[in-house]
C-alpha cells in the first residue's frame, strides 16, 4: 500500500469513527430519555394498547399547579418546553395547566413537563409516579 492510499484509508475509518460516536451519543439519550419517562410515571397502564403515558394523580397535579403558578409562570413553562401556550385550550391558570398535562401525556412526555415544574418549585411535594 502507498503512503496516499493508507492516509486515504485512514480518514475513512476516522469519519466511520465520528459517525459511530454521534450514534452511540444519540442512544444513549434516548435511553436516558426512556428512564426520565419511567422513573415520572412509573409503570404503564395497561389496556390493550399503545403506552399512553397517563397517570393515576393527575388531579393532585393539576391542583398543585393551580396553587403555585401564575398563567405568566404557565406561560414561561410552554416557552421553556417549546410549546405555544396560545395554542393551548383553556383560560387561567386551571384551564392551561390540564391542557399541558394533556399535552404530554398524549405525547407519553409528561416527565419533561414534571422536571420543569420540579426545577421551578422545588420546595412542593409533587406528585410521584
Given at each position: 500500500?502507498?503512503?496516499?492510499?493508507?492516509?486515504?484509508?485512514?480518514?475513512?475509518?476516522?469519519?466511520?469513527?465520528?459517525?459511530?460516536?454521534?450514534?452511540?451519543?444519540?442512544?444513549?439519550?434516548?435511553?436516558?430519555?426512556?428512564?426520565?419517562?419511567w422513573?415520572?410515571?412509573?409503570?404503564?397502564?395497561?389496556?390493550?394498547?399503545?403506552?399512553?403515558?397517563?397517570?393515576?394523580?393527575?388531579?393532585?397535579?393539576?391542583?398543585?399547579?393551580?396553587?403555585?403558578?401564575?398563567?405568566?409562570?404557565?406561560?414561561?413553562?410552554?416557552?421553556?418546553?417549546?410549546?405555544?401556550?396560545?395554542?393551548?385550550?383553556?383560560?387561567?391558570?386551571?384551564?392551561?395547566?390540564?391542557?399541558?398535562?394533556?399535552?404530554?401525556?398524549?405525547r407519553?412526555?409528561?416527565?419533561?413537563?414534571?422536571?420543569?415544574?420540579?426545577?421551578?418549585?422545588p420546595?412542593?411535594?409533587?406528585?410521584?409516579?
Amino acid at each position: 500500500m502507498t503512503k496516499n492510499s493508507l492516509t486515504a484509508s485512514f480518514a475513512v475509518l476516522a469519519r466511520l469513527f465520528k459517525t459511530q460516536q454521534k450514534t452511540i451519543a444519540e442512544l444513549t439519550e434516548q435511553v436516558d430519555e426512556q428512564k426520565r419517562y419511567w422513573q415520572a410515571v412509573g409503570k404503564p397502564i395497561r389496556t390493550g394498547k399503545k403506552d399512553t403515558g397517563y397517570f393515576t394523580d393527575r388531579g393532585k397535579l393539576l391542583s398543585l399547579m393551580e396553587e403555585h403558578f401564575s398563567v405568566d409562570d404557565i406561560e414561561d413553562i410552554c416557552f421553556e418546553l417549546g410549546v405555544f401556550h396560545d395554542k393551548l385550550p383553556g383560560i387561567g391558570v386551571r384551564g392551561k395547566s390540564r391542557s399541558l398535562i394533556q399535552h404530554f401525556e398524549q405525547r407519553t412526555e409528561i416527565y419533561k413537563l414534571l422536571d420543569e415544574i420540579k426545577q421551578r418549585r422545588p420546595h412542593i411535594e409533587w406528585p410521584t409516579f
